[in-house]
């Protein structure tokens, strides 16, 4: 990802009109930190459930009643 935000930031840089802002490398990429959240066990589980069912498979755990 580091070599495309550089390419990135050169092309913007060489496009830029005068008087703007030199764009630099971290404009371009990605904050991943900002992008994660924290799931609880339930949403965990629910993903689980869902992508096991997409998959064809079954819910092997005993039901509750």
Known sequence: MLGFAIVAATIANANRGK???PYEV???M???????KTQTTDEMIQFAEMMT???????LRKKKK
């Open 19 to 21: 008087g703007q802002r």
């Open 26 to 28: 971290k404009d371009f």
């Open 30 to 36: 990605p904050d991943f930190e900002k992008l994660t």
């Open 53 to 59: 069912m997409a998959m064809g498979g079954k819910d």
